[in-house]
């Protein structure tokens, strides 16, 4: 199974919401990923977690907040959202180990449409 | 500074036709993978290229990874509309593999691929 979950698929909210974008993995994968894509442009990392700890953000506003509630979970929490904001956001998971390096691949989830009005 | 260069950018053939996709560095990479990624969709891995000079086949679709590990291509047999989308080469760095596999993925532009009936 080399699945990810992402919910909800569509959202759209006002800049003055809070909203919460989830995403599940079942694969054991220790790192996990959100990156941002807009139309037609390849995907922009904004964080990354291993072993539920952020290792790395990628200078990304404060109005994005990731969290990795377990092994399996990460969230990424929306608040005060900009238009500009409006994308694709794709969570992605890989296994994290050296031992299998260089085959980490990262396997992404079909994504959340977020638009701000 | 963008560490992989794609091209082309577009592509738009009828269907039948052959097509090559070209991704290409200066820096050397530990293993390259190719995406294939359909409007409001994610990102769904093609195929990984480990060892330098390794072709892998992948039905109509040929992935072949640089000797020196700093190109790739993916050739296209006979092109079908149901070939049409985003394809994506993404890799890990080198210089990155400092016995961690904790993936910063550096993407190419992306090709977009319109195959025509």
């Known amino acids: 199974d080399t699945e990810v979950t992402q919910t909800p698929k569509h959202l759209v909210m006002g800049m003055t919401n809070k909203k919460s974008l989830k995403c599940e993995q079942h694969?054991?994968?220790?790192?996990m990923y959100w990156y941002k894509q807009k139309a037609k442009k390849p995907p922009e990392l904004m964080f990354v977690?291993?072993?539920?700890?952020?290792?790395i953000n990628e200078s990304v506003p404060s109005r994005f907040s990731p969290e990795c509630p377990n092994s399996s979970l990460l969230n990424l929490h929306l608040h005060a959202l900009q238009p500009e904001d409006s994308a694709l956001y794709l969570c992605?998971?890989?296994?994290?180990?050296?031992?299998?390096?260089?085959?980490?691949?990262?396997?992404f989830g079909p994504g959340t449409r977020l638009t701000v009005l | 500074t963008q560490l992989l260069e794609q091209s082309p950018q577009f592509l738009s053939i009828q269907e039948g036709e052959n097509l090559t996709v070209y991704c290409n560095s200066s820096?050397?990479?530990?293993?390259l993978q190719w995406y294939r990624q359909e409007p409001g969709e994610g990102p769904v891995l093609l195929v990984t290229v480990v060892t330098g000079g390794e072709v892998k086949k992948l039905k109509r679709l040929t992935f072949q990874f640089g000797d020196a590990r700093k190109d790739s291509s993916l050739h296209i047999t006979a092109a079908q509309p149901g070939d049409t989308g985003l394809y994506l080469c993404?890799?890990?760095?080198?210089?990155?593999?400092?016995?961690?596999?904790?993936?910063?993925?550096?993407f190419g532009r992306g090709t977009q691929l319109t195959v025509w009936p």
């Open positions: 992605a998971s890989s296994q994290e180990k050296v031992a299998s390096a260089p085959y980490n691949e990262q396997f």
């Open positions: 694969m054991g994968h220790r790192a």
């Open positions: 993404a890799g890990i760095s080198r210089g990155d593999d400092r016995g961690s596999t904790l993936g910063r993925l550096y």
């Open positions: 977690y291993s072993y539920e700890k952020l290792s």
């Open positions: 820096s050397v990479f530990s293993s």
